[in-house]
């Protein structure tokens, strides 16, 4: 019976990741879209799994048994998971730790860390209080007021928290690799996170002046696509920087908006599993 549970599972998860990944919504309604869409398949496995296990492998289940294949699955795909998330783990706190060895120098009143290339480069980097990195091409090559407008969508990263948050869509995007759409919806999400910072950043500088910037930096750009980086220059599809570049040359709507709970209800969906947990005996 945990293995029909199981098979339910990737049936709906599948199922989920067959939505088409954008669509005639507004920006605040893709992101939210593209979020519930992008996370409820890995964690209603991450769910169903933790049941099963819980259950054990003896026991039955609407007169059906279950077995020791389901349970040792379970445990097979939750160790995968943790084994990512420690791997995950020990990368960014390596990464991190090698930008405290950065010196520390004041940008415009803002205190930065300085890489010395000559490559123009500048990302939010870290989890929580992630540390903003400048190289010293950037520093060079920008003048005053392009710099200013590059510390503020930087600003927005660490308002958004955005750091700390795409790493962990990072480990479930890892977690369900081999789904459809996997890459496609985090694509998207990496888009609608830039152009966030972008709108957020368009309310004190000139939105012309953010694409021409985010046109020089692309044609220089060797900016590495890590989960806890948060990067004016994110490595996107040629398709998406023209999406983010008409966003900031027109008025795009990212406004704060209540949420639609319509979208948010199917999150119910994840916990399915666990109620399966009171039909055991």
């Known amino acids: 019976m945990h293995l029909i549970i199981i098979l339910g599972a990737?049936?709906?998860?599948?199922?989920?990741?067959?939505?088409?990944?954008?669509?005639?919504?507004?920006?605040?309604?893709r992101w939210q879209r593209s979020l519930l869409l992008f996370v409820?398949?890995?964690l209603l496995l991450i769910t169903t799994a933790i049941a099963v296990i819980c259950m054990g492998p003896e026991g039955q289940m609407f007169g059906l048994s279950t077995g020791w294949f389901s349970y040792l699955l379970a445990w097979g795909f939750c160790g995968w998971t943790a084994i990512l998330i420690l791997i995950?783990?020990?990368?960014?706190?390596?990464?991190?730790?090698?930008?405290y060895d950065l010196p520390q120098i004041k940008v415009q009143g803002k205190l930065v860390r300085l890489l010395d290339n000559s490559i123009l480069f500048s990302a939010q980097i870290g989890f929580w209080q992630p540390e903003l990195v400048v190289s010293q091409g950037i520093i060079k090559t920008l003048n005053s007021e392009q710099l200013h407008a590059v510390l503020i969508h930087e600003q927005a990263h660490y308002y958004y928290r955005d750091t700390f948050w795409f790493f962990w869509l990072g480990w479930l995007s890892r977690v369900t690799f081999w789904l459809p759409n996997t890459n496609s919806f985090w694509q998207e999400l990496l888009t609608l996170r830039e152009m966030r910072a972008d709108r957020w950043a368009k309310k004190q500088v000139d939105g012309v002046?953010?694409?021409?910037?985010?046109?020089?930096?692309?044609?220089?750009?060797?900016?590495?696509?890590?989960?806890?980086y948060a990067a004016f220059s994110c490595t996107t599809p040629p398709n998406r920087l023209m999406e983010r570049i008409d966003g900031l040359l027109t008025e795009s709507d990212f406004s704060v908006q209540q949420n639609n709970y319509w979208y948010w209800s199917w999150i119910v969906l994840i916990f399915l599993p666990l109620v399966t947990m009171f039909f055991h005996q």
């Open 10 to 29: 990737l049936g709906l998860a599948f199922g989920l990741r067959q939505f088409e990944v954008d669509g005639p919504y507004n920006l605040a309604e």
């Open 40 to 42: 409820s398949p890995p």
């Open 88 to 99: 995950l783990a020990a990368q960014a706190w390596w990464s991190v730790k090698k930008i």
């Open 209 to 228: 002046l953010l694409a021409e910037i985010l046109l020089l930096m692309v044609s220089d750009r060797v900016t590495p696509t890590v989960d806890f």
